[in-house]
DNA sequence: CCTACCGATCGGTAGG
DNA sequence: CCTACCGATCGGTAGG
């Protein structure tokens, strides 16, 4: 595989994100995808195996920078609301460096094939554990106040996922501001 | 039309709303459709003009619903924070009557055809901005604190959105009781 | 990377 | 409401 192939992969799959964003996995077609890259529809197979390929690569690759970016937080020697606002970052760092892919990776990865299906379960199931530890920590600790963990946790990672949407219309930096006031509110003393 | 016809159609519009839900539009078949309600694929067609037809009335019914109910809420005699609470419970009780619908109102809509995709568009705008006018109004008589209107607008109402997805999981006034507290904690004096 | 093409599946119709 | 069927479109392959 030369380096000229590469590059064209990565410029396939950034199409891919984009259009798979826009339509849907299941509406988007190789047809959309080689004209947008300027091939014939079967030349695209010189590049991938299929499409399900594409999405399989847009979601995992999202999912384990998820998986990282949790990972170096939880390591790390700090307050329970410091690792909790570096979270905030992580999303939207995710969300600002690539709109398409946090897209797909958060509306299609329900179209992944049955195994990578169930591989993508598991890292979100042990991205969600660590998650909460952190919340569960800070209330231990007498930092976060809160009742029905369950839901709190969803609330927050739900408006977390939500920016990947609206990302490109709001200041990265407000938008931060804002969600961290959102979520700290939320967790104060009753 | 008799009325067999009429229970007929609500039976198959019934199970496209939980088809569609849960496959997505686009992945969903009339043949699935059809084997869900115990007909060949083609007597489908005796009860429904075209696919597109479900998911439009699917969508528009749920729409309806969203502005009846926020309607109702403007035009009573109630403090902002009476209304946002209504607010809340609005869409609480339209994710716990129709989940599926609700569902299907949130994330197929993208697929309406061209028309009603229009219209859908318009009423969802309409619908945004008497939710937006509630917050202001609330902040203009000091009862409300926020900068960033339309961040934290969209916070709340994905976060409402957010419930179609779980909420058979939690009990509803275990829900509505945290949502309350987000929200109005959200908004609260700095 | 293209031309040519294929089997599968789709939404939908004809006719009874 | 069914049997029979159709044109369109899909993901993907053969062969060069």
Redesign the pocket.
């Known amino acids: 595989m030369t380096s000229?192939?590469l590059s064209?992969k990565q410029i396939i799959l950034h199409a891919a994100a984009d259009l798979f964003s826009k339509k849907g996995y299941?509406?988007?077609?190789?047809?959309?995808?080689?004209s947008m890259?300027?091939?014939?529809?079967?030349?695209?197979?010189?590049?991938?195996?299929?499409?399900?390929?594409?999405l399989i690569e847009l979601c995992m690759t999202c999912a384990n920078q998820f998986m990282e970016g949790i990972n170096n937080i939880s390591s790390e020697e700090m307050s329970s609301r410091k690792k909790l606002k570096a979270l905030i970052l992580l999303h939207l760092d995710i969300a600002y460096l690539y709109p398409a892919s946090a897209i797909v990776f958060n509306d299609e990865w329900r179209f992944l094939p049955p195994q990578e299906l169930q591989e993508f379960l598991h890292l979100r199931k042990a991205y969600e554990k660590k998650f909460k530890k952190i919340l569960i920590t800070g209330k231990e600790e007498g930092k976060f106040f809160f009742d029905h963990t369950d839901i709190v946790f969803n609330i927050i990672l739900n408006t977390l996922n939500y920016t990947y949407k609206g990302v490109k219309q709001y200041d990265k930096n407000e938008l931060e501001e804002t969600l961290s006031h959102f979520i700290l509110n939320f967790l104060n003393k009753p």
Chains 1, 2 share one sequence.
């Open positions: 000229e192939a064209k299941n509406a988007a077609t190789i047809r959309d995808l080689a890259v300027g091939l014939e529809p079967s030349s695209i197979y010189s590049h991938i195996r299929s499409k399900e390929d594409l």
